[in-house]
């Protein structure tokens, strides 16, 4: 089925198909993933599976846009707003192991066996009907996919944080979005290798952006790689404003000076606000206009709407390892003899602003710095805090 979407999907652009063809679709893909996510059993970000569906959004959002750009329409910018939302959620829940997203819920043990077994069930009836007597098999299956979809559903109405952190689809609304935005700027991209969609809504607008994004990937490794290596400014200095001009350009004027951004793709491994908007001229580095100098830059997960908590939760949790260079030789120090250093953690840029902020949230709940910032802590934590 996801393929007969994807393939509808690429008729639709090879064919500058309509506005109602499109919206037809992404119905059709929204009943869909509502039967299949609770029956998606990918764990890890490299599933054929989760591509494809990235894909079918990220596809969604290059059409809309391109429509849009023709004859504006808030439908169409729903749907890119919708694509940047459920593409990235793809990624989190295959991210968020089952079993972790149960824990982290609440959900007792014996609930999360009993996940356990009729996930193994299903696949030991799948894996036995491919071998021969599929009729049979078949049957069976339809019968135990009966009894999951009963232990979805008590499970919806049992744990709704766990069912809407796995499963459930949010409603995106560009007025809703708008009107918690408060001066900010949403900007979000969709990734499709030789081609890229950014999308930015301030309060009283919206705008999309279509860009060449051929070769992005190796450029933003190159630069990444400069950074981690601790590299000087000069050298960071050209590909640094040669990747502001190829994403951030086409619609800096757009933006606001504070902007919460949803990457894609490889634009997650980019730290936008180290880029240069403009080619220094100047030997001294401190005069250059990075973005950092003039907007404070926010990755967020999701779109701002009206049913997030609010920001002014009184039990606050704070998560900043800040990436020292301190804090990666003690972390080091702590490793046993005999288990591997997490060499991403210690190749991690450092983010020393992201330490001074926890310590200035620390009155309204719980900030864990450096070494503290660790799993086992946001695990023990996470679930009974306001934000």
Wanted: some cysteine.
């Amino acid at each position: 089925m996801l393929s007969i979407v994807e393939f509808q999907l690429e008729t639709i652009a090879a064919e500058a198909g309509s506005a109602r063809e499109l919206l037809a679709v992404m119905d059709k893909m929204k009943d869909l993933m509502g039967s299949l996510w609770p029956l998606l059993n990918f764990e890890n970000t490299n599933s054929p599976v989760l591509r494809q569906i990235h894909r079918i959004y990220n596809l969604s959002a290059l059409i809309s846009h391109r429509l849009n750009r023709a004859s504006p329409d808030v439908t169409l910018q729903n749907i890119m707003l919708e694509a940047l939302q459920e593409s990235r959620f793809a990624t989190i829940r295959s991210t968020v192991q089952n079993r972790s997203a149960m824990q982290f819920a609440n959900v007792p043990d014996s609930l999360v066996e009993t996940d356990r077994l009729l996930r193994e069930k299903l696949q030991f009836i799948r894996a036995k009907g491919a071998q021969g007597d599929a009729e049979y098999w078949k049957e069976l299956e339809f019968e135990h996919i009966e009894s999951w979809r009963d232990f979805q559903r008590s499970m919806k109405e049992r744990y709704p944080k766990w069912y809407k952190l796995r499963y459930q689809e949010r409603e995106t609304s560009l007025t809703d979005i708008q009107n918690q935005l408060h001066g900010s700027a949403l900007l979000g991209f969709c990734y499709l290798d030789s081609v890229s969609i950014a999308v930015v809504v301030n309060e009283n607008s919206f705008a999309s952006f279509e860009m060449d994004t051929r070769g992005i990937s190796e450029e933003i490794q190159t630069y990444r790689n400069l950074i981690e290596s601790q590299a000087s400014p000069d050298e960071l200095a050209e590909p640094g404003y040669h990747l502001f001009k190829k994403l951030v350009a086409p619609y800096f004027s757009e933006l606001s000076a504070n902007v919460m951004i949803m990457p894609d793709g490889p634009l997650n491994y980019i730290n936008f606000e180290s880029i240069p908007s403009e080619l220094p001229v100047s030997g001294n580095w401190s005069d250059w206009n990075w973005l950092l100098k003039t907007h404070e830059i926010i990755a967020v997960n999701e779109l701002p709407t009206s049913d997030e908590r609010s920001s002014t939760a009184s039990n606050t949790l704070v998560f900043a390892p800040g990436f020292s260079n301190e804090t990666k030789a003690a972390y080091a120090a702590l490793v046993p003899q005999n288990a591997a250093v997490d060499t991403l953690y210690q190749r991690w840029v450092r983010t020393p602003w992201s330490e001074r902020f926890a310590e200035e949230l620390s009155g309204r709940g719980q900030s864990f710095i450096g070494l503290e910032a660790h799993k086992q802590n946001f695990r023990e934590y996470a679930s009974t805090a306001g934000l």
